[in-house]
């Protein structure tokens, strides 16, 4: 396979079914911003202790499905690979309210940062949510009605990175930062 081809140096590259699309053309913003997010989670996981390192890989490798789906509309292509389910989300919402149920409650708004780690998932959580407007924005343009429960996803995922972001304070002893708004 080779890794460069000149195929793509006008601007143009095809999707994973084979299909030619613009650079700029939405669909090919959501691919790339669902990588970038895996990327920044593989980021993620080369810090975090197992357990957590754990869950955020099988987070990555829903993501690769949904960078699939969205890369390819032939049920060939991608085969018995499902799209998002509702499982998915149950499962991250039992993984925040886990880490609720060992940090003391919100009591102001956290400004990112503190130590590397809290802001590398600060990070993440800002480009989870750059991902979930891309794939709306996709979705419709495109008029997809069935990735509602993968943008739900998206979204319960920056849920999850924010409260991921309090435990690394809570269990590396790091004081949150409170937001001082001059008032």
Same mark, same amino acid.
């Given at each position: 396979m080779a890794i460069y081809t000149k195929n793509g140096d006008?601007?143009?590259t095809r999707l994973a079914d084979g299909k030619g699309v613009s650079k700029s053309n939405v669909r090919m913003d959501t691919i790339?911003?669902?990588?970038?997010l895996n990327c920044h989670i593989g980021a993620l996981v080369c810090q975090m202790e197992p357990h957590l390192a754990e869950y955020l890989q099988s987070i990555q490798s829903s993501l690769?499905?949904?960078g699939a789906h969205v890369a390819s509309d032939s049920k060939e @292509? *991608?085969?018995?690979m499902k799209l998002i389910s509702l499982h998915d989300i149950v499962a991250i919402e039992k993984m925040i309210d886990e880490i609720d149920g060992k940090i003391a409650p919100m009591r102001f708004f956290?400004?990112?940062?503190?130590h590397p780690i809290i802001a590398a998932a600060q990070i993440t959580r800002t480009v989870c949510r750059r991902a979930e407007r891309s794939l709306i924005r996709w979705v419709q343009e495109e008029e997809k009605e069935d990735y509602a429960t993968?943008?739900?996803y998206l979204n319960r995922l920056s849920? @999850? *990175?924010f409260m991921l972001?309090?435990?690394?304070?809570?269990?590396?002893?790091?004081?949150?930062?409170p937001w001082n708004s001059g008032k």
């Open positions: 006008g601007g143009f790339g911003d669902i990588d970038e690769f499905v949904l @292509y *991608l085969g018995n956290i400004l990112p940062g503190g993968a943008i739900a849920d @999850y *990175l972001c309090r435990y690394l304070h809570h269990s590396l002893d790091i004081p949150e930062i």
